[in-house]
């Protein structure tokens, strides 16, 4: 099987965050600052995703900015000859700090947004005062110039907001708003009864997307992350598994996805230790879900095959117990009667309250 290289990689620098964000994609178990890479190994690892040809590195957390090299990482990445993206809840951006980014070639700004008022997204993301700081640092980019991003993640406590943080966007200068439905990974599967939104929000987020990509064509793109628990296929998770992109985690490790870790029978190796290249096209995590001579005998025979690769393994293992099964999301899995449970118990509403993100588990 011929492997193509990686287009992008993910750099999640730390697990750290002044955010609490209850549907975060981080594992549950956070790393602490002493497991986390140094400058130097970081550096290192973006010569090579380089060599390799990836082209986009999203520099990511946790929140970026607890780094104190966030600079000096970023002038690594853009000596490597990356183009660099920092995914940021805004707070720790001051006005100096955004000089010497730019001064050391930040490329991007992808900006996360809870909500549209004080009140919805500092208890969404558990930080008080945290939306008025982003504004603040959204005037700041638009008033430099910096390609922004607003990425807004959606479940069912600010989906029938979603017109005004369409609005919010564009007042924002932003040239690109990612439309994330919740993904139910890391903390979001700790709170699955308090986010999952209903099947009607989920249509008309379909609908209000399309419209106002059609109405801001030209002004401002638009990523949509359809909900998978409403929808008959699932998607294709980062666009196959170990095809297009990678991760790497704060100790180092290098995923295929946010949440490969959670598989049992791989083992993933650390930048630290072997050239990212071996990895990619050698490690036998990163071949375990390539192609499909993995796959069940339904998925290799559907003419969807190629479309959704055999969807999500992580969600196979949650759901199904098995990541080499079926995605149960899909329609023809022996497993799909597990949603309608999975929607019925988190429509329950047994749920009343967030377990946020804490640095120690979600017992902390």
Not at 123 to 132: A, L
Request: charged letters at 25%; glycine letters at 8%; aromatic letters at 6%.
């Amino acid at each position: 099987m011929s492997i193509p290289p990686p287009i992008a990689m993910l750099a999640e620098l730390t697990h750290r965050c002044p955010l609490a964000c209850p549907y975060c994609s981080n594992p549950v178990d956070l790393l602490k600052k002493d497991a986390e890479l140094d400058t130097e190994t970081w550096a290192r690892a973006f010569g090579q995703a380089a060599d390799m040809g990836v082209l986009q590195l999203h520099l990511s957390g946790g929140e970026p900015a607890s780094r104190e090299d966030i600079v000096e990482l970023t002038q690594a990445a853009h000596d490597a000859g990356l183009y660099t993206n920092l995914i940021t809840s805004g707070i720790g951006l001051t006005p100096r700090r955004l000089d010497a980014l730019e001064a050391a070639g930040l490329d991007h700004v992808q900006l996360s947004m809870q909500g549209t008022t004080a009140d919805l997204a500092d208890w969404i993301g558990g930080y008080k005062g945290g939306f008025d700081r982003k504004l603040k640092v959204a005037q700041e980019l638009k008033t430099r110039g910096i390609p922004l991003t607003l990425n807004a993640v959606m479940h069912r406590h600010n989906l029938d907001d979603l017109d005004r943080t369409i609005q919010m966007a564009v007042d924002l200068g932003a040239r690109r708003m990612e439309v994330a439905c919740v993904q139910f990974h890391g903390w979001a599967t700790q709170n699955r009864g308090m986010l999952l939104p209903t099947r009607e929000q989920a249509e008309a987020t379909k609908q209000k997307v399309a419209e106002a990509a059609e109405r801001l064509k030209g002004i401002m793109a638009f990523d949509f992350v359809p909900p998978d628990y409403y929808a008959d296929y699932p998607k294709a998770c980062m666009g196959g598994w170990g095809s297009a992109g990678l991760n790497i985690a704060p100790d180092g490790s290098v995923l295929p996805c946010h949440s490969a870790q959670m598989i049992p029978h791989l083992t993933f190796d650390k930048i630290s230790d072997k050239p990212l290249a071996e990895i990619w096209y050698n490690s036998p995590a990163f071949n375990a879900y390539r192609g499909d001579d993995w796959m069940p005998d339904t998925c290799k025979s559907c003419d969807r095959k190629e479309i959704d690769l055999g969807g999500c393994r992580c969600q196979a293992l949650m759901i199904a117990g098995d990541a080499a099964k079926m995605d149960p999301v899909c329609s023809k899995s022996p497993d799909h009667g597990r949603i309608q449970e999975m929607l019925d118990q988190a429509m329950s509403g047994e749920q009343t309250a967030f377990t946020y993100r804490r640095i120690g588990g979600a017992g902390s």
